[in-house]
């Protein structure tokens, strides 16, 4: 990549941008394999089992079946919509990707990371989130990548070793 281009985005996070990056966070690894056996034991139980229960028995296994498929993405909706109406993310952020790393400006003010301050990058439908460590991370939701996203992936692969990439 050329030292003096940028790759730039004006990023307006949305609702659903958080909600899908809070859904990732909230069934990926054993959690999310632990959600879908706990749903599917509850399921099962009340089909095959259901019959020889009491009613309270019937309606708690109704709870459990639809506490990770109904219930929790609701609370992540209703939270990642409170979120996005708050001050920080009403105005649009801009990132900007260059040799040196990434800048992210929002407000008047101004963060600078170098490459190495990046933790890792990981593509979920619909975004890609870029992790400073475990707890930070920028997303920049596809809408926002538009036709840039080759270029984007290019300077990822180029600047970050392999196991911070991923399948990007």
Not at 90 to 113: C, H, N
Not at 134 to 158: C, F, S, W
Request: glycine share 8%.
């Amino acid at each position: 990549m050329d030292q003096k281009k940028e790759i730039r985005f004006r990023v307006r996070m949305t609702a659903n941008d958080l909600w899908r990056f809070s859904m990732y966070h909230a069934n990926k690894g054993y959690l999310g394999v632990f959600n879908v056996l706990f749903t599917l034991a509850a399921l099962f139980l009340l089909f095959f089992q259901g019959g020889q229960m009491l009613l309270p028995q019937r309606l708690l296994l109704v709870v459990c079946a639809l506490m990770f498929t109904v219930w929790q993405p609701m609370l992540l909706l209703v939270k990642a919509r409170r979120q996005a109406a708050g001050r920080g993310m009403k105005e649009p952020i801009d990132m900007i990707f260059t040799a040196d790393g990434i800048r992210a400006e929002q407000g008047g003010e101004s963060v600078e990371l170098v490459w190495d301050d990046v933790r890792k990058v990981k593509r979920i439908p619909g975004e890609l989130i870029i992790y400073t460590d475990r707890i930070h991370a920028y997303l920049l939701p596809d809408t926002a990548v538009g036709g840039q996203r080759e270029e984007l992936n290019k300077l990822l692969h180029e600047k970050l070793p392999k196991e911070k990439c991923g399948k990007i």
